[in-house]
Nanobody, 120 residues
Framework: QVQLVESGGGLVQPGGSLRLSCAAS????????MGWYRQAPGKQRELVAR???????DYADSVKGRSTISRDNAKDTMFLQMNSLKPEDTAVYYC??????????????WGQGTQVTVSS
């Protein structure tokens, strides 16, 4: 069984920074692409940023230049550094990963989400 656990969310003032973490655990054989998604109240879930196993990255236009996605393959962990946060960044942030295990082919996994609130 695979688990993705996010941490690092919270309340931050506009212009502030947060660093989100996502740790994968379980009988993992390999992790392919990983990504961060977010969902604001009343809106659809949207991609924030993603990173391949080789380190190639892609960002939503709304966070480009303000956010950096990274991963530590040795520790099966992914990060999202967010700077210059805006109220419109307020959302639940979800970790996503394509993971194969000792027992299964590659499957898509989601974390439980971590709340980010940007407000003064």
């Amino acid at each position: 069984q695979v688990q993705l656990v996010e941490s690092g969310g919270g309340l931050v003032q506009p212009g502030g920074s947060l660093r989100l973490s996502c740790a994968a655990s379980g009988s993992i054989r390999s992790i392919d692409a990983m990504g961060w998604y977010r969902q604001a109240p009343g809106k659809q879930r949207e991609l924030v940023a993603r990173i391949t196993s080789g380190g190639s990255t892609d960002y939503a236009d709304s966070v480009k230049g303000r956010s950096t996605i990274s991963r530590d393959n040795a520790k099966d962990t992914m990060f999202l550094q967010m700077n210059s946060l805006k109220p419109e960044d307020t959302a639940v942030y979800y970790c996503n990963a394509l993971i194969s295990t000792r027992f299964t082919a590659e499957l898509n996994y989601w974390g439980q989400g971590t709340q980010v609130t940007v407000s003064s």
